[in-house]
């Protein structure tokens, strides 16, 4: 059987993102688990991650890792800020859900990301080196979701156990629905 | 840009950056210092539904 070449130079790429912090507010300590999308893509001779959920930030970098560091660091010092301007924890898990379910006014960057999602996975094309050692991830077994809880002494019905501990990832998504 | 592209929008400086609302939606990211890249401006315009304005202005 001939073997063709990927004929598609994706430009936009499908990226995973799974982060988790603990957040100190006032009078409560918070533990974030956030599951979500970005786009990367080159412009202007650097590598931009733009958020899809959560879509208000953006973040670049000379290359791949660095900017998925500094919308890391975009990101928690978001959380921050919020858990600045928040009385309780109840203002603070209600902005942080909004800020992370507002998508963009025009939708275009999660347009962008359904498209490129779709071209990977026809297979129609490679990722590029730059990602070559990103790991593989379907969405559909990695669905987009924010947990928000209180893990302090004020907490209700809180249990805490060494497999809640989610380490930051972020991964290149995997040319099948699995 | 802000002016013509989203009048009334408010501007508020927090510990890590600015936070730029207009009508319902809110864009928490902006840069805290001025010299902004021109991503955080196009993403900045995406999310405020200000983006065909912004284009006019020629910095996106």
């Known amino acids: 059987m001939l073997m063709t070449e990927p004929a598609i ?4 790429h499908p990226i995973l993102v799974t982060l988790q912090d603990s957040i100190s507010g006032n009078g409560f300590l918070a533990r974030i688990t956030m599951s979500g999308r970005t786009l990367m893509r080159e412009e202007d001779g650097k ?6 959920r959560p879509a208000g930030i953006a973040a670049s970098g000379a290359n791949i890792e660095e900017a998925f560091l500094r919308f890391r660091n975009s990101y928690k010092e978001i959380l921050f800020d919020i858990a ?18 507002e998508g963009d006014a025009d939708n275009e960057d999660e347009q962008s990301w359904e498209n490129a999602l779709t071209v990977v996975r026809s297979g129609a094309c490679n990722p590029p ?18 947990k ?31 | 840009m802000l002016e013509k592209c989203a009048p009334g929008h408010t501007i508020r400086r927090t510990t890590h950056g600015r936070v730029v609302s207009f009508g319902d939606r809110v864009y928490r990211d902006l840069p805290k210092f001025d010299e902004i890249e021109l991503g955080h401006i196009r993403k900045m ?16």
């Open chain 1, 9 to 12: 130079d994706l430009k936009e």
């Open chain 1, 129 to 146: 080196t730059a990602f070559a050692n990103l790991p593989r991830r379907s969405p559909n077994t990695t669905p987009s979701f924010i």
């Open chain 1, 84 to 101: 600045q301007e928040s009385a309780t924890f109840e203002d603070f898990a209600t902005e942080v859900k909004r800020f992370f379910n």
């Open chain 2, 45 to 60: 315009s995406r999310h405020l539904g200000i983006y065909e304005c912004a284009k006019k202005f020629g910095i996106i």
């Open chain 1, 47 to 52: 590598w931009w991650m733009y958020g899809v």
């Open chain 1, 148 to 178: 928000i809880e209180r893990v302090d002494a004020e907490a209700k019905d809180l249990r805490l156990m060494p497999s809640d501990n989610v380490s930051d990832m972020y991964a290149y998504s995997a040319p099948k629905a699995a």
